[in-house]
């Protein structure tokens, strides 16, 4: 199995934080899907990835299962792991996705695409 760098949690007065990374090479953004969107289905040779959902309405193709993930449910993709994200509701759909390793765009290896931008 692939190796998930550690999250903490840390309780405090008021609540708690969760600590995803700390001292690694890594990049953080939110994706947001538009209400009916779909990314390619994908995968990347240099980075995992955890993405934290964040709205209703996600659907992820992960490997070969179809997920249908909660708010604040997290996922792991290893490296080199074929997955999709899609909205399936008539929302935005957003996910904190944290790229473990090196991360480049020009990385994504595509599978399919419904924008055409599969090729050389």
């Known amino acids: 199995m692939e190796y998930r760098p550690p999250s903490v949690k840390v309780d ?3 609540g708690r934080f969760e600590q995803y990374t700390h001292n690694l090479p890594c990049t953080v953004k939110i994706i947001t899907v538009a209400p009916g969107g779909i990314l390619s289905r994908q995968y990347h040779h240099q980075r995992d990835e955890l993405w934290v959902v964040l709205d209703p309405g996600a659907r992820v ?3 070969d299962k179809t997920l249908h993930p909660d708010s ?3 996922l792991f993709i290893p490296r080199e792991t074929v997955h999709r ?3 399936t509701g008539d929302e935005p759909v957003r996910v904190l996705e944290i790229s473990f390793g090196e991360f480049d765009e020009e990385d994504i290896v595509r599978l399919e695409d419904v924008y055409g931008r599969i090729g050389p």
Do not use: F, V, Y
């Open 12 to 14: 405090k007065p008021w």
């Open 61 to 63: 193709e992960l490997g």
């Open 72 to 74: 604040g449910e997290e």
């Open 85 to 87: 994200l899609s909205a």
